[in-house]
């Protein structure tokens, strides 16, 4: 049984998008698989979903709460789970097979590549052993403003302080929508996005999320609007449902 995991708190993202992420979950996988919603409100999941409470991570009153870094509790000793956890984002889009997920280089945390600072990884699309690095949460708890003072994000921290062998997924498995695949200005303003060959998450970060660009929106503040432009994106009609 596979068990692939999301994680979704307060109201940055609707509930929709859990079941969006699951129903595409389901289309593209052929072994048996669980999926499992670690969440502070179950209401308006969809039948198969299963839902689970936020493993408690201690957040500072102030900075933090609202932040990537409450995914650190996927990495608590008091998790509930055994064997390997594929988690992925609530802003990506499956667009291919997961098996091969689960296969590709067994025994390490397997994650994307980051497209801006390629010696670290992006945690949107992330294998990992459960309860294999509960020193995470630990050190993160001793004092999490140092952990932030001394590491951008969660995923810089765990990449650096988990302990465990990583590995990065094929560059094409795990795509960035606008690092990989929107074309570049003034192209953005003609021209497709086109979902490339081999790939099977693709990763949103930041705006435009997926329901923004199946619409060819692009929230944008001043002259930024100028650029920050796409055409709707019609793959996303067959994929993000």
């Not at 390490?108 to 459960?130: F, H, Q, Y």
Request: net charge positive; charged share 25%; aromatic share 12%.
């Amino acid at each position: 049984m596979q068990t692939i995991v999301c994680m979704r708190w307060g109201d940055r993202f609707p509930v929709d998008y859990v079941n969006r992420l699951y129903r595409g979950v389901m289309r593209n996988v052929a072994r048996p698989t669980r999926f499992i919603a670690f969440t502070d409100d179950a209401s308006g999941l969809v039948a198969g979903i299963e839902p689970r409470e936020i493993p408690a991570l201690r957040l500072p009153e102030t900075g933090l709460g609202g932040s990537p870094w409450r995914k650190l509790a996927l990495w608590s000793p008091d998790i509930g789970l055994t064997g390997d956890l594929l988690f992925l984002d609530l802003d990506v889009v499956v667009v291919g097979g997961l098996d091969a997920l689960f296969d590709y280089e067994p025994g390490k945390l397997a994650i994307v590549r980051d497209w801006s600072a390629k010696e670290t990884g992006n945690s949107s699309v992330m294998r990992l052993p459960a309860g294999g690095a509960p020193h995470l949460v630990e050190r993160f708890e001793r004092d999490p403003l140092e952990k932030r003072r001394l590491y951008s994000n969660e995923q810089v921290y765990l990449c650096r302080e988990s302990g465990l062998p990583i590995a990065f997924w094929p560059r094409e498995w795990a795509p960035g929508f606008k690092a990989m695949m929107l074309p570049r200005f003034p192209f953005n303003l003609v021209q497709n996005v086109i979902l490339p060959e081999g790939a099977r998450v693709v990763v949103f970060t930041g705006h435009p999320r997926p329901h923004e660009a199946l619409r060819g929106e692009w929230p944008a503040a001043g002259w930024k609007k100028l650029y920050k432009r796409l055409r709707p994106v019609a793959w996303l009609e067959t994929h993000w449902r």
